[in-house]
């Protein structure tokens, strides 16, 4: 029985304990057209829907942050039609987005390359960016020519020629470091991290980032994926105890400290 999701969304706001930032690996649209004799670029157009949704209840529950992994820099590896197809896609959804986004107080961000998409593509996404940078809701956040490993690497060149020019020593580095030279470096690390379709590895996705990240995985594909989903995700993640390597017995002691 499916729960009344206003019910269940005052459930979630009183049991507290909410994530500020969540991630999704939204994975699935492909195999979602295949099981229906489509073509795979209709499972990314229903797969705007998930998103619309998600946004939607992300913001109602007062999550701060919200990382998309909307294109990695291995999809440009995929055929040339659908890469077409996908930018042509984002580009259209955000220019019909925008005005939403901005009734509903969402920021958005990129990490990534952004340089590497289509003129049109990129344009639209840095107009979008400029148009809602006054909003104080949600903050989305979208992957998009996106490489854990590639923003690695970016970090540790950047903090080589600083060191190059006498900014850094050795000592100087240290995990807020390496950090602060990241895509992400101006957000929280993510709490929690929901990944679609039952596939379970990070596809090079916030390696650094996801250090202590819980994960969820549910089978259902991404255009499937509506806000019952996503709160029974936020209610799995209400449940659990976050030690950051501690034993339980530690968190419990600190836990009237904090609250009072």
């Known amino acids: 029985m499916i729960q009344d999701q206003n019910e269940f969304i005052e459930e979630i706001l009183q049991a507290g304990n909410l994530p500020e930032h969540v991630a999704i690996i939204m994975d699935g649209n492909g195999r ?4 229906r004799q489509l073509d795979r670029v209709e499972g990314h157009k229903e797969g705007i829907n998930s998103v619309r949704e998600v946004v939607r209840i992300a913001g109602e529950l007062g999550i701060k942050y919200l990382t998309l992994y909307t294109f990695s820099t291995e999809n440009w590896n995929r055929p040339k039609g659908e890469v077409s197809a996908l930018m042509s896609l984002l580009m259209k959804t955000i220019r019909s987005e925008m005005q939403e986004l901005n009734r509903n107080n969402v920021r958005l961000q990129t990490i990534g390359r952004l340089e590497d998409l289509p003129f049109l593509a990129r344009q639209g996404m840095l107009q979008a960016i400029n148009y809602l940078e006054n909003n104080t809701g949600l903050t989305l956040i979208l992957a998009l020519s996106y490489s854990s490993r590639r923003e690695l690497t970016d ?3 950047e903090i080589v020629a600083r060191a190059e020019r006498g900014e850094l020593s050795a000592t100087d580095v240290d995990e807020q470091l390496i950090s602060n030279h990241l895509y992400t470096a101006s957000l ?3 709490d929690l991290l929901i990944r679609t379709s039952g596939e379970l590895r ?3 996705f ?3 980032q996801l250090a202590y990240t819980e994960i ?3 089978s259902t594909f991404w255009p499937e994926f509506r806000a019952q989903e996503f709160l029974l995700a936020i209610r799995d993640y209400q449940n659990r105890e976050r030690r950051f390597g ?3 017995e530690q968190i419990q002691q600190e836990k009237p400290a904090k609250e009072g």
């Open 32 to 35: 979602w057209a295949k099981q």
């Open 206 to 208: 916030l390696l650094w």
């Open 202 to 204: 990070l596809s090079n």
């Open 155 to 157: 970090a540790v060149r």
């Open 246 to 248: 501690k034993v339980s």
């Open 188 to 190: 929280p690390d993510p």
């Open 216 to 218: 969820f995985v549910t």
